[in-house]
C-alpha cells in the first residue's frame, strides 16, 4: 500500500512551508493565485485527502480565540498562555493561528476569521467571552472547541 501523501510532502515538492499549502488547500488569503493553482495540482495528482484523524507526520491547525481586552499590556497572563500553548503544540506537530476580538467583534456576533468553513481542526478559547458571542460559537462550531480558564 503506498504512503499517504502529505502537506508536508506537497510543500518539499514545491520547495515551500506547510503553511503555504495549507492556506492554498483551504481558500485562506496569502498565497498567490499561480502557486495555489500549482499546489491544487499535486495535491490531486498524488491522491492528497485531508484527514481529521492524527497521523504521524500530519500537522494540524488549531485556531486561538482571546478577547482584546486580555492583551492590553505587555505583560499579559493571556498573552503568555498563548506562547506556551503554541510552543507546546509546535512540539507535538501542530501549528496555532491567533485571532484576538475586538469587543466590536464579540458585540456584534462577528464569526472568527481564522475559522472560516473548516480552516481549522479545533479551536481554543482562552479567557471568557461575551456570553452571546459563546452561543453563537456553540451553535456554528463543527470543530473540537476547548475553553482555556473559564468554563
Known sequence: MSKKV????????????TVTVSKALSGQKGVSEEMRRRI???AE????HKSFQSKENESFKIGVLIAGRYLGNVDSFYGHMY???SAKAARMGCFTMLEV???????????PKLIG???VDAVVIMGALNENYLLMLDEQLQTPTFYMDFS
Open 83 to 85: 506562547q506556551i500553548f
Open 40 to 42: 491544487m495540482d499535486i
Open 117 to 119: 468553513d473548516g480552516n
Open 6 to 17: 502529505t502537506m508536508s510532502d506537497i510543500a518539499a515538492e514545491l520547495g515551500i512551508s
Open 101 to 111: 476580538l475586538s469587543d466590536d467583534d464579540e458585540n456584534d456576533l462577528a464569526y
Open 45 to 48: 495528482e498524488r491522491g492528497y
